[in-house]
């Protein structure tokens, strides 16, 4: 990513490797399952405890891995860490309830886990969502079997050697490595019980196709174009800070970005001068510099895809604000990396190509909007629904728009903070399911019910 060159080799896991991975997972559920929430809760605690303790050589890791400026990286794996202590939380007081029946018999509801869940994470956030994914998975007592993108496969690995340092039962975080073929070996193996996966649209659509030959549940964290709306009365240099963090974090390669910017046009200008100029400011480079804000994308076919897009608005009418160019590093180790200077596209129009698709690059489009009303229609007309965010001092406004934005995760006056106490996920076809929150629990377990009679059994034969 940084320097194009191999940072190593691993060999893909096939149909024989991923069997393993399940059968082991399988075993060491059987173990995990039995204990306690607070048993559980106390290695939990333990693999965050490593995890906070070793923050600055995982971060490092990640950033090798992916390509983000290690600024980035150390917030992702603070974020991963308190994933695994707010789960640690939670495993102690997960409960069923207890009903009272007529005649003194009475019902009850236990909560218990699936199985051996299979987790598939995306490149743009490697430990952090094989995090989001676990955290939550073992709180409830699962196993779970985690297959990385074969972009970033390193430092999922260096999670399992965490979480088997802090005393789970061996196997019960498994990691299998591979691209498409491992992924369907996994959706069709018959002892997983649930798929949790990240990424694109259509391999979200054809794991939920393999899932659905075995009934298996799915949670769906897919693509997304979310628009972000700045309206006239917001305070300028909140929105500008908004607009960079919504659309320029990990090089763009966000899946809830905000890459619409719609700004009210008694601003349109004055916004636009600003971002421009706070963008052409954003240091490019070697992603383990300190004062690095925008590091490298992922390889070289995605930064073909990004400038094909930027190419094609281009095209379309689109105006080139500032940067889209490639950025060549003065550290001649780093000349075949895959940077490119972020770029602000303007003169937009909603019928575009750069407004309609993900380009999961550094690319901002803004397109100016004169009313709320035609605003929050234009904002919904999309086939995604992953986020949306909103910038006003008007608080009425701002609950308003958000109520009536067709998205999973919106935001007020920010843009991109991604709690672990709040659930994450999409409406429409960005996804279904939650991630983070308390919301996960309900998609890493199951209602079992039970129903106890405490006189004679009456018999209408």
């Given at each position: 990513t940084c320097s194009g060159r191999v940072i190593s080799k691993l060999l893909c896991s096939g149909e024989k490797e991923v069997d393993l991975a399940v059968q082991s997972a399988k075993a060491a559920f059987?173990?995990?399952?039995?204990?306690?929430?607070?048993?559980?809760?106390?290695?939990?605690l333990e693999a965050a405890r490593i995890i906070r303790e070793q923050r600055d050589e995982i971060a490092t890791?990640?950033?090798?891995?992916?390509?983000?400026?290690i600024f980035e990286a150390r917030v992702d794996i603070d974020i991963s860490?308190?994933?695994?202590?707010?789960?640690?939380?939670?495993?102690?007081?997960?409960?069923?309830?207890?009903?009272?029946?007529?005649?003194?018999?009475?019902?009850?509801?236990?909560?218990?886990?699936?199985?051996?869940?299979?987790?598939i994470g995306a490149w743009n956030y490697p430990f952090q969502i094989a995090c989001w994914k676990s955290a939550p998975a073992l709180a409830c007592g699962n196993a779970m079997v985690f297959k990385p993108s074969p972009f970033t496969p390193i430092s999922v690995?260096?999670?399992a050697e965490i979480f088997t340092e802090a005393g789970v039962p061996k196997g019960l975080f498994n990691v299998v490595q591979g691209g498409v073929a491992t992924g369907q070996f996994l959706c069709h193996h018959p002892d997983v019980a649930k798929i949790s996966f990240t990424g694109s649209v259509p391999t979200g659509v054809k794991i939920m196709e393999m899932a659905a030959k075995g009934i298996k549940p799915v949670t769906l964290e897919l693509g997304g174009k979310s628009p972000l709306i700045i309206f006239s009365d917001s305070v300028l240099e909140n929105a500008v800070n908004g607009?960079?963090?919504a659309n320029f974090?990990?090089?763009g390669e966000v899946c809830c970005n905000g890459t619409r910017v719609f700004v009210q046009r008694e601003i349109l200008e004055a916004f636009t001068k600003e971002v421009v100029k706070r963008t052409q400011k954003i240091k490019v480079g070697d992603p383990l510099l300190e004062d690095t804000r925008m590091g490298a994308l992922i390889n070289r076919p995605h930064l073909d895809r990004v400038q094909g897009f930027i190419k094609q608005a281009k095209e379309q009418?689109?105006?080139?604000l500032c940067g889209g160019d490639l950025y060549v590093p003065d550290d001649p180790k780093l000349k075949n990396g895959y940077y490119m200077r972020p770029c602000v596209l303007g003169n937009c129009t909603d019928d575009m190509t750069c407004v309609k698709e993900e380009i999961f690059g550094p690319v901002m489009s803004i397109l100016p909007f004169d009313t709320e009303e035609e605003v929050v229609e234009r904002a919904n007309n999309t086939k995604f629904g992953l986020a949306g965010g909103v910038f006003t001092r008007d608080i009425q406004k701002a609950h308003r728009v958000v109520a009536a934005l067709k998205a999973g995760m919106c935001f007020i006056n920010n843009y991109n903070i991604s709690p672990v106490e709040l659930p994450f996920g999409g409406y429409k076809s960005s996804g279904f399911g939650r991630e983070n929150g308390r919301a996960a629990i309900e998609y890493y377990s199951q209602l079992k019910t039970v129903c106890v009679e405490m006189g004679d059994v009456e018999s209408v034969f």
């Open positions: 059987k173990v995990w399952s039995q204990l306690s929430g607070m048993e559980r809760s106390r290695v939990l890791l990640e950033t090798i891995n992916n390509g983000k400026s860490w308190q994933c695994l202590e707010y789960y640690a939380g939670l495993a102690g007081s997960l409960a069923g309830e207890h009903i009272q029946l007529p005649g003194g018999s009475f019902g009850y509801t236990r909560r218990e886990p699936l199985g051996v869940c299979v987790g690995v260096r999670l607009a960079l963090m974090l990990t090089q009418g689109a105006k080139v």
